[in-house]
């Protein structure tokens, strides 16, 4: 049975201009010890789906789904009380801005601390022990000295180090890093990423990694589930997706990669992902689709087979040839 | 820490002598002669006034008048009351426990009941408490204080009586003040009823002078709290499996207080003026009754020196709340 299963999830926001759907529709299945990686541009809705299953959206939003289940918990049917006891203990999440994501009024310490003495009964003496062991494990050197320092003494990479150790404080069976390494320099990116993957291993948890970069799939995901404008487009293990993408999308997310450009230009995805207001009738990518016809435009599509990657698309890529032409 | 308290003592000097400045001015701007005020009804000879004059020095020039006060300031010499013809520091020290206490009470009571308020206010902003509460800070945040006070006398004191219309304590009650704080005097004292009557007499000042920063408060910790329940810092908070009391109570407020001292402090200022009106009012036995007393006296170096010991009191406040922002806000601590 898979740790983590969601179906069709679908998540609506009230806004004075009526209700916007950020998700629509999505399935998310984790194993045990599998790494996730959820990709897409902004505003496609994958950290919101994650923020949902968490329960940190705001009231605004409306949750529904058919089937949301944790390590044997339904979270569909819980009280929020009963959620606070699972969420930071055996399912945790990091966030794109480390250093906003700190308070700034306490020290790491103290933060570390806080989901010690929150969900495990281990004494001062002991959480003390316990902070400046998870400090060592995420690399951060001279833990007792930063144990002490405020958010403000700490770089974005430390402080990133620091929210990694706070989710790993009561050992999750799941972390979800949301574009954990976008706010960092691209040296400490690489640092973090491996850090990421060399816990999930360690650890043997299950791990969803957030991004909008495909570079950062490539170089870690075991599966890859793309979505766009809300729904998942595609999903693939990760070589076959690098090697034969399904979805046009797909395919014009790794055409703009720089190390796959073969024109001086980059290639872009011309136009953006649509809003509140001009969602498309049919397929929702229509509009940016270089193969799109008059069915792509007014017939949403049903995804694919799995051996077509669950594609959510009328004509999806057969083979590379095509996804490189 | 010494070098930053330093610092900001230096910049206590030029406030320092514009207030005897002005206050040295404002008293004589006034119209009026502090010796026809003092002579009273029976009036005064003409001799009698020139000697009187003289006496006082008001025959010298007005520069040389000042220097000599300053120099009498720089001493630590506040001048003698023509009046009381006692010391205008100890007249000062003798009445500011009452002050004191009126103003403490008014504080505590604006504090424990603004910051709750405002932070409930806020984490259920938009709902109907949040909106019954903002109109009624708006509502005391308006108020004239003097009304304020007529309407509670009348209502809490008059029909209600549930409490005395003025001054300090129950005339049946006798006993030594060493602290001058009736609450602390009532209870060492160990009179029976005595401290009972204490608080009864206290409740409506305070409640009077601490409506405003009251109102000031509420308003102030609930938009503070607005802005910082919207912080990432917060959505990890709540990642962390954290309780509606954690989120609020401890990781937004410790944030949202950071402006919320500010105003705390700005409003010690504000209770200061107000304490003149609200023991006027009560005929609370304090400095604020006792400089418009002076005032309508001419009584000089009274109100020379009331005002220069209150501008130097909200000083010290303010840089106590200084310190204290630097406790409250880790980033601007410097060695």
Known sequence: MALLEIRDLSVEFATAGGTFRAVDGVDVSVDQGELLAIVGESGSGKSVSMLAMMGLLPWTATITAEVMRFDGHDLLGMSARQRRRIIGRDMAMIFQEPMSSLNPCFTAGFQIKEALRLHTDLDRRARHARAVELFEMVGIPDPEARLRAFPHQLSGGMSQRVM??????CDPKLLIADE??????????????????????EQGMALILITHDMGVVAETAERVQVQYAGQKVEEQPAIPLFSTPRHPYTAALLAALPERATERRLPTIPGIVPGQFDRPPGCLFAPRCRFADDRCRSTPPKPASPELGLARCHYPLTHAAEAEA | MLKFLLSRLLTFL?????????????IRALPGDPIIVMAGERGITEERHAELVRQFGFDRPIWEQYLDYLWGVMQGDLGQSFVTKKPVWDEFFALFPATLELSVCAMAFAVLLGLPAGVIAAVNRGKFFDRALMSTALVGYSMPIFWWALLLIIVVSGWLQWTPVSGRISLMFFFPQPTGFMLIDSLISGEKGAFASAVQ????????????PLAVIARQTRSAMLEVLSEDYIRTARAKGLGPFGINGVHALRNALIPVVTVIGLSVGTLLAGAILTETIFSWPGIGKWMVDSIFRRDYPAVQGGLLLIAV????????VDVVYGFINPRIRKG
Request: glycine share 4%; proline share 5%; no cysteine.
């Open chain 1, 180 to 201: 954990p390494t976008t706010a960092l320099d691209v040296t400490i990116q690489a640092q973090i990423l491996e850090l990421l993957t060399t816990l999930q291993q």
């Open chain 2, 201 to 212: 007499h206290l409740i409506l000042p305070t409640v009077v002078l601490g409506t405003i």
């Open chain 1, 164 to 169: 990694i150790a706070m989710a790993l404080a």
């Open chain 2, 313 to 320: 009191i909200v000083m010290i406040v303010n840089l106590t």
């Open chain 2, 14 to 26: 030029p406030t320092f002598f514009g207030v005897t400045l002005i206050s040295f001015a404002f």
